[in-house]
């Protein structure tokens, strides 16, 4: 069964670093997802991508956040410059259609020290 | 804007018996899908079940089905004949894509202990 793949599964970085979260969705999906968990917090949703450009973002997407379809497989968010309240659980997810269940890969833990 | 509640913060249940869990949401829209993901120890997020809300008929995935209340906005989930393999955190989710949106919007979970 075809699922997301994320890498890397953990990440530690310092303060003030950039940091680059890979992703690879499923592979006849054009909808991609980034989603943060804070430990202990809810699922938070970060911005949405389609054809090529963002679609939608939330107030935590501000300008030290990046998304990327580099190439037709890989879907990256980049932190630019890391702080530690970025200290969380990083989810992509894909879907085939708007209305189309979304699928979570397994998570990047990324800890900024 | 939409809010997903989940007033149980934790519930625990015996093996092989019955629990459910609940949800509420707040929502002025008519046409729109709940969904919840179950989160295991691991973290990874896994889709257990997904109810359109058009349809009156409540989503049944194995031993997992909901009661899907339109009126009252209610949304719970109940896991029958539990097994160990169930313990995990439980989220709620709304979306409503028909509205331009397709973010997840989630509830705070529940985490399930099964005792065996």
């Known amino acids: 069964e075809p699922e997301v793949t994320q890498t890397p599964s953990h990440q530690v970085t310092q303060m003030g670093q950039e940091v680059i979260l890979r992703c690879v969705p499923i592979s006849n999906h054009l909808y991609f997802y980034w989603y943060r968990q804070i430990l202990g917090q809810k699922v938070e949703f970060l911005v949405s991508f389609y054809n090529n450009e963002i679609s939608e973002k939330s107030e935590i997407f501000d300008d030290q956040f990046s998304v990327e379809r580099p190439d037709g497989s890989n879907f990256t968010l980049k932190i630019r410059s890391t702080k530690l309240e970025d200290s969380a659980m990083y989810f992509c997810?894909?879907?085939?259609?708007?209305?189309?269940?979304?699928?979570f890969g397994p998570g990047t833990r990324l800890l900024v020290l | 804007a939409q809010t997903v509640t989940q007033s149980q913060p934790e519930m625990s249940v015996q093996e092989a018996e019955t629990v459910t869990l609940s949800c509420t949401y707040d929502?002025?829209?008519?046409?729109?899908?709940l969904f919840w993901y179950k989160q295991p120890p691991s973290r990874q997020m896994i889709l257990v079940i997904r109810?359109?809300?058009?349809?009156?008929q409540n989503a049944t995935e194995n031993r997992f089905s909901v009661n899907f209340q339109k009126a009252a906005k209610s949304f719970s989930l109940k896991i029958s004949d539990s097994q160990l393999g169930d313990a995990a955190m439980y989220f709620c989710a709304y979306n409503w894509p028909q509205g331009g949106s397709e973010k997840l919007v989630f509830g705070k979970g529940t985490k399930l202990t099964v005792n065996p």
């Open positions: 109810q359109e809300a058009y349809k009156q």
């Open positions: 929502t002025s829209e008519s046409d729109y899908y």
């Open positions: 997810a894909s879907s085939g259609g708007r209305e189309e269940t979304q699928y």
